[in-house]
T-cell receptor, first 113, second 110 residues
Framework: SAVISQKPSRDICQRGTSLTIQCQVDSQVTMMFWYRQQPGQSLTLIATANQGSEATYESGFVIDKFPISRPNLTFSTLTVSNMSPEDSSIYLC??????????FGQGTRLTVV | GQQVMQIPQYQHVQEGEDFTTYCNSS?????IQWYKQRPGGHPVFLIQLVKSGEVKKQKRLTFQFGEAKKNSSLHITATQTTDVGTYFC??????????FGDGTTLTVKP
């Protein structure tokens, strides 16, 4: 199984600023994804992080707002840009292992004030 | 777009009772996954089903994938207090890129 280290675990940010969230997987994975989850609600897929190329964004999410990098197979970052209070949420990275098993990071609880 | 619906939203059971949550998709799924999320925690992968009509068991948990690959269920036999949490199904046209259901939150009264 894989372990995903996600940081920061939480942050309180001023509106208009940006926050970069990092995810490091301890073993090789095939795919990596970024999700958003409001407390008590379901998960919404933001984008698929593609190694060495531009991420694939879901409807309603754009690169200028949520730039994503994945320079290698085991590391990815998500930046939440020009934040507003509406961006307050839990952000989760996810990865699929070679044995077709999914893993999630511990999440980043973001509060924008 | 694809929609994945899950019922019930909440289920309260007495310890020892059985529990079932159902998942229905508006489109045919190539696969479906089930996750458990404890309060304050992150989703934990339970299983993935890929074959039409597939049934898999993990101790007291039984997972089914419908013949048409548009629905699925998770059944827990003789619930325990450790089963509390929210159970999510997730499915999609491609492995990994999944749409999550709204989840079923299970509470177990000892």
């Amino acid at each position: 199984s894989a372990v995903i280290s996600q940081k920061p675990s939480r942050d309180i940010c001023q509106r208009g600023t940006s926050l970069t969230i990092q995810c490091q997987v301890d073993s090789q994975v095939t795919m990596m994804f970024w999700y958003r989850q409001q407390p008590g609600q379901s998960l919404t897929l933001i984008a698929t992080a593609n190694q060495g190329s531009e991420a694939t964004y879901e409807s309603g999410f754009v690169i200028d707002k949520f730039p994503i990098s994945r320079p290698n197979l085991t590391f990815s970052t998500l930046t939440v840009s020009n934040m507003s209070p509406e961006d307050s949420s839990i952000y989760l990275c996810s990865a699929w292992g070679v044995n077709t098993e999914a893993f999630f990071g511990q999440g980043t609880r973001l509060t924008v004030v | 777009g694809q929609q994945v619906m899950q019922i019930p939203q909440y289920q309260h059971v007495q310890e020892g009772e059985d529990f079932t949550t159902y998942c229905n998709s508006s489109t045919t799924l190539s696969n479906i996954q089930w996750y458990k999320q404890r309060p304050g925690g992150h989703p934990v992968f339970l299983i993935q089903l890929v074959k039409s009509g597939e049934v898999k068991k993990q101790k007291r948990l039984t997972f089914q994938f419908g013949e048409a690959k548009k629905n699925s269920s998770l059944h827990i036999t003789a619930t325990q207090t450790t089963d509390v949490g929210t159970y999510f199904c997730a499915g999609g046209p491609n492995a990994g890129k999944s749409t999550f259901g709204d989840g079923t939150t299970l509470t177990v009264k000892p």
